[in-house]
């Protein structure tokens, strides 16, 4: 069956980067586009970006342009999403999300927290 | 890119119907028929539960149906259920590769 596992929790100080894995197990990676979604406690989803199938291209949110890298390595078939220069704003649950297509996010990833924290 | 809009909060008795409306632009919402949306319970992961538009993941209880009006789509659920108390998002394609979320709507189930 089609799984997203993801790194576990990560604690920060500002300034500081953070690297999230996701490992899709089921289906092979490249087959469908992997998002990135966050959400801050208590608040709502907020789309990041995603790599697209095939050909790995990236498209970033304006939000997080320069500050976020997706990766894929497609033998561990697990993708990477590292953000930079983290500030306490950065506090959130980060989640993969497999696009089934056009746009719907059919699995996802159990969440990694990620705190930043002086 | 703005969030699209959604109420804050929506609320219904057990048996009852309620919508959830989502407010984009025309050049999201209004523009694509790829509107998806999800429900999400307190510490799990966000659950597809409509996508474009109108279609249904199989295992999704045949009570949630979804609609699009020009810039609006809305989340029915009708025979509402105990388990239904959650937050719900709606999500579009705004074009250019880009995606957007709503804000996210609480449900609660008197």
């Known amino acids: 069956q089609v799984q997203l596992v993801q790194s576990g929790a990560e604690v920060r100080k500002p300034g500081a980067s953070v690297k999230v894995s996701c490992k899709a197990s089921?289906?092979?990676?490249?087959?469908?586009?992997i998002h990135w979604v966050r959400q801050a406690p208590g608040q709502g989803l907020e789309w990041m970006g995603w790599?697209?199938?095939?050909?790995?291209?990236?498209k970033y949110s304006q939000r997080f342009q320069g500050r976020v890298t997706f990766t894929s390595d497609t033998p561990a078939s697990t993708v990477c999403m590292e953000l930079s220069s983290l500030t306490s704003e950065d506090t959130a649950v980060y989640y993969c999300?497999?696009?089934?297509?056009?746009?719907?996010?059919?699995?996802w990833g159990q969440g990694t927290l990620v705190t930043v924290s002086s | 890119q703005s969030a699209l809009t959604q109420p804050a909060s929506v609320s219904g008795s057990p048996g009852q119907s309620i919508s959830i409306s989502c407010t984009g632009t025309?050049?999201?919402?209004?523009?694509?028929?790829?509107v998806s949306w999800y429900q999400q319970h307190p510490g799990k992961a966000p659950k597809l539960i409509i996508y474009?538009?109108?279609e249904r993941p199989s295992g999704v209880s045949n009570r949630f149906s979804g609609s699009k009006s020009g810039n609006t789509a809305s989340l029915t659920i009708s025979g509402l259920q105990a388990e239904d108390e959650a937050d719900y998002y709606c999500?579009?394609?705004?074009?250019?590769?880009?995606?957007?979320f709503g804000g996210g709507t609480k449900l609660t189930v008197l």
């Open positions: 999500c579009s394609y705004a074009g250019s590769s880009k995606v957007v």
């Open positions: 025309s050049g999201d919402v209004g523009k694509y028929d790829r």
């Open positions: 474009e538009v109108t």
């Open positions: 790599v697209k199938h095939g050909n790995s291209d990236t």
């Open positions: 999300a497999r696009e089934g297509g056009m746009i719907n996010f059919d699995y």
């Open positions: 089921g289906y092979t990676l490249t087959t469908y586009s």
